[in-house]
Nanobody, 124 residues
Framework: QVQLDESGGGSVQSGGSLRLSCVASRYSGRHCMAWFRQVSVKNREAVAS???????TYADFVKGRFTIYQDNDQDTLYLQMNSLNPDATGMYYC???????????????????WGQGTQVTVSS
């Protein structure tokens, strides 16, 4: 099991930017990393994913505004969020899965490991 630790959340005004980070306790070879947002008690919504080869996938509502990337050692995952609006408010989690599937990258059940989350609040 890989321990994930998110940071970088905070409070910003609409139009602002934040960069989230997720540090993995160890590099675990081929894997898929993703960011999710908790939008309700039962609903964790996919934001973006990235495979070890750099292939990234985004939810439609963040395309062109958010960028997911990893450092060269691939032990830190990032999410650069620009042009934030109040709809982006929520707890953001990073997750890890053995691979990124085109049909299941956006399903929380696909991911084996999760961090504790970092809160993002966007005010209008």
């Amino acid at each position: 099991q890989v321990q994930l630790d998110e940071s970088g959340g905070g409070s910003v005004q609409s139009g602002g930017s934040l960069r989230l980070s997720c540090v993995a306790s160890r590099y675990s070879g081929r894997h898929c990393m993703a960011w999710f947002r908790q939008v309700s008690v039962k609903n964790r919504e996919a934001v973006a994913s990235i495979y070890v080869d750099g292939t990234a996938t985004y939810a439609d509502f963040v395309k062109g505004r958010f960028t997911i990337y990893q450092d060269n050692d691939q032990d830190t995952l990032y999410l650069q969020m620009n042009s934030l609006n109040p709809d982006a408010t929520g707890m953001y989690y990073c997750g890890r899965a053995p691979y990124c599937g085109t049909a299941n990258w956006n399903l929380p059940s696909h991911y084996d490991d999760w961090g504790q989350g970092t809160q993002v609040t966007v005010s209008s």
